[in-house]
């Protein structure tokens, strides 16, 4: 019988996740014509997680948290962003 244990994900691990996102060659003008689920599916796939790419609630969070900081990444605020 298959296992239904899924590896949870918490909010810092997704800002985590999100910023690495932000700052990564995914938000170019080269992406710029791929829909931002692309872009994160792209991104996820070359960085990881990738167990969030078959786990829905955490890839929506993924994607809440990526849109949340919008914002402040294009303003390039610092302290903005979590280090790391």
Do not use: K
């Amino acid at each position: 019988m298959a296992s239904t244990y899924r590896e949870t994900i918490n909010h810092e691990e997704l800002e985590i996740v999100a910023w690495g996102f932000l700052r990564s060659e995914f938000t170019s003008q080269i992406y710029s014509d791929w829909p931002i689920d692309r872009r994160v599916d792209a991104y996820l796939l070359h960085y990881g997680p990738t167990r969030l790419l078959n786990d829905g609630s955490a890839y929506n969070a993924l994607i809440d948290c990526i849109m949340a900081n919008i914002g402040p990444a294009l303003r390039n605020e610092p302290g903005s962003a979590p280090e790391g």
